[in-house]
């Protein structure tokens, strides 16, 4: 799927999942050597974009145009639910700034247990159904939290319009005027928000998902004290696209007592398991810094058409037989309190 960020994107995404089959994001902006790679790497039989991006088609054997009028016609009845939990879900290609893009995939098992997750850790406090606003592209897996917890749990997805995701003041107006309640970023965007010098309205967003980069303190104490003292949630989340994008999550306020310059990632979503290990994957003791790995539910498939990789990176699990576990590259040690304190990448 190719398209702009609008109702055609969502539409089409639901469209392919009802009909069984995988969603793979394409941005229309990217280079057209990168849109050809993807397609072709990919085996895509199916393509639906819209018709002003006809001359980046690539060589797909079926091209849907999702403004053609005539594609909604037709029977409309709900589709038998052909799709079981092992079946994909979506292919994400990472950026490839260490390397070719990879596509990796994740299974419907994943996201189900990523909007259980999110649920107990986010939505079951809040008694109405919600405006969740979609910040992230849908090419990266950040949006895979905002989509389907939103959709499948009743509440209203709003996406953020391409020339205002870096406006601040757009931003910030976009939020009072839909109303938004949850909210995703990263902490650039905390700091685009920091920035308005003058504040006019308070701003009612009840909690924001923050991942991506490391979280400051400071940042987090300087937004919440700057807009509506201390009402604002701050959810900092952490996880690869491998693990279906959150894997940890850490409540952040104005009572957090933890005194470091970095705002911990906190503990497991149920069903996800995360080990702090040594070289030769020994469990290591509170308060030692080793390799995050991940297993559960959360875990992908692997990457597509990659099998060496996928070996390298997704391993037999030690503890639990017949289980993979993934080898993140991330740094990390448990506290005494029971949660993860992110320290960085290995450096290689």
């Given at each position: 799927?190719?398209?702009?960020?609008?109702?055609?994107?969502?539409?089409?995404?639901?469209?392919?999942?009802?009909?069984?089959?995988?969603?793979?994001?394409?941005?229309?902006?990217?280079?057209?050597?990168?849109?050809?790679?993807?397609?072709?790497?990919?085996?895509?039989?199916?393509?639906?974009?819209?018709?002003?991006?006809?001359?980046?088609?690539?060589?797909?054997?079926?091209?849907?145009?999702?403004?053609?009028?005539?594609?909604?016609?037709?029977?409309?009845?709900?589709?038998?639910?052909?799709?079981?939990?092992?079946?994909?879900?979506?292919?994400?290609?990472?950026?490839?700034?260490?390397?070719?893009?990879?596509?990796?995939?994740?299974?419907?098992?994943?996201?189900?247990?990523?909007?259980?997750?999110?649920?107990?850790?986010?939505?079951?406090?809040?008694?109405?159904?919600?405006?969740?606003?979609?910040?992230?592209?849908?090419?990266?897996?950040?949006?895979?939290?905002?989509?389907?917890?939103?959709?499948?749990?009743?509440h209203t997805l709003c996406i953020i319009t391409e020339d205002i995701r870096f406006d601040r003041i757009g931003l910030l107006d976009f939020y009072h005027k839909n109303k938004i309640d949850i909210s995703d970023g990263t902490p650039t965007h905390i700091k685009i928000l920091n920035s308005i010098s003058k504040v006019e309205e308070t701003l009612f967003v009840k909690e924001f998902l923050i991942g991506g980069e490391t979280l400051s303190n400071v940042l987090v104490h300087n937004f919440i004290n700057k807009y509506n003292n201390c009402r604002i949630n701050i959810a900092n989340v952490y996880g690869p696209t491998e693990c279906c994008d959150v894997t940890t999550v850490h409540k952040v306020d104005c009572s957090d007592a933890h005194s470091g310059d970095i705002v911990i990632i906190g503990k497991p979503l149920d069903n996800v398991k995360v080990y702090i290990l040594g070289k030769d994957y020994e469990i290591l003791p509170i308060n030692t810094k080793g390799e995050i790995y991940i297993s559960g539910q959360g875990v992908g498939r692997g990457y597509l058409n990659r099998p060496e990789l996928t070996a390298e990176k997704f391993v037999p699990n030690p503890f639990i037989s017949g289980e993979r576990m993934y080898r993140t590259g991330d740094l990390a040690r448990w506290l005494p309190d029971g949660n993860i304190e992110f320290l960085g990448r290995i450096d290689h």
């Open positions: 799927i190719m398209v702009e960020r609008s109702l055609e994107m969502i539409i089409g995404i639901l469209g392919i999942l009802k009909a069984g089959g995988a969603y793979l994001p394409i941005d229309p902006q990217y280079p057209e050597e990168r849109i050809k790679f993807m397609l072709q790497d990919s085996g895509t039989g199916i393509l639906l974009t819209q018709s002003h991006f006809k001359e980046k088609y690539g060589c797909v054997q079926e091209i849907i145009d999702l403004d053609e009028q005539g594609n909604y016609g037709g029977e409309s009845t709900n589709l038998e639910v052909i799709n079981q939990a092992n079946d994909l879900a979506y292919v994400i290609y990472t950026s490839g700034t260490t390397g070719k893009p990879k596509g990796v995939m994740v299974e419907n098992r994943s996201v189900v247990n990523l909007v259980y997750g999110l649920w107990q850790r986010i939505y079951w406090k809040y008694a109405s159904f919600l405006n969740v606003a979609l910040l992230s592209p849908y090419v990266f897996d950040a949006s895979v939290k905002q989509i389907f917890p939103s959709i499948l749990g009743g």
